[in-house]
């Protein structure tokens, strides 16, 4: 008899499948102002936090601090500002419709107040592309996807710190371990294709033809492989 496949692991939600709290300073996400109001915040450090590709920096408020997402550029003891007053230079949070066209920024959020969203990776930055006449905006994420945000949604101006992280290779697996761990994912990864048959739906057709496209209303000891893909193969110019 096999044992339950990866997927049925995970969706239960074992321990080993859960990222470690152990390392974990705190949410980083903007401090939540009124849209109207413009703050200064020191930067007090630069530090790391577990299982985490950027360096947050911690500022300080009024006495009270918060983490963000260090942008490359911004060093200790500078002063940020939060709020629509604030000038579009490199550290500065300001609302969308304060940001110019062309601009590089991250930290974007979806809906005012949710601290921040998306462009939040080592060394991501996404291109604010245009402005409609509502003061929404046209943002060009890494991917190359472009979405609309709301006008009044923040961002911060500048890429994210730690862009380089990728080009220094792991060398040894128990590193590789290391990182995934903190992260809450299960390694090293066996192919699907390498098991026999009673261990994974793919095991036991490594010489023989078989889809790897399956519907997206399968059951989790189904569903792997291409889930729901609308085309697979080599595309044709």
Request: charged content about 25%; aromatic content about 6%; proline content about 6%.
């Amino acid at each position: 008899m096999g044992k339950r496949v990866l997927v049925q692991r995970r969706g239960k939600g074992g321990s080993q499948f859960r990222a470690a709290k152990v390392g974990k300073i705190a949410p980083a996400k903007y401090p939540n102002l009124p849209q109207n109001e413009t703050v200064e915040a020191e930067v007090l450090d630069i530090v790391h936090e577990r299982g985490r590709s950027a360096p947050l920096m911690k500022i300080g408020i009024g006495g009270r601090v918060y983490y963000l997402p260090a942008v490359r550029g911004v060093s200790v003891g500078q002063t940020i500002k939060i709020g629509p007053e604030a000038e579009p230079v490199v550290g500065n949070v300001l609302p969308i419709y304060r940001i110019p066209d062309g601009a590089m920024i991250s930290n974007i959020e979806l809906t005012y107040g949710d601290g921040g969203k998306l462009v939040r990776s080592s060394g991501g930055h996404a291109i604010l592309f245009s402005h409609f006449r509502n003061g929404d905006a046209l943002i060009k994420l890494p991917s190359g996807k472009s979405i609309t945000v709301k006008a009044r949604c923040r961002a911060m101006i500048g890429e994210v710190a730690g862009g380089g992280r990728t080009e220094k290779p792991f060398l040894k697996a128990g590193a590789k371990l290391k990182l995934m761990r903190a992260r809450g994912r299960k390694y090293p990864r066996v192919r699907g294709v390498a098991m026999a048959a009673a261990f994974h739906p793919f095991g036991g057709a490594y010489k023989k033809k078989k889809l790897k496209t399956v519907a997206r209303t399968a059951p989790p000891g189904q569903k792997v492989g291409a889930i729901a893909a609308k085309r697979t193969g080599k595309k044709k110019r």
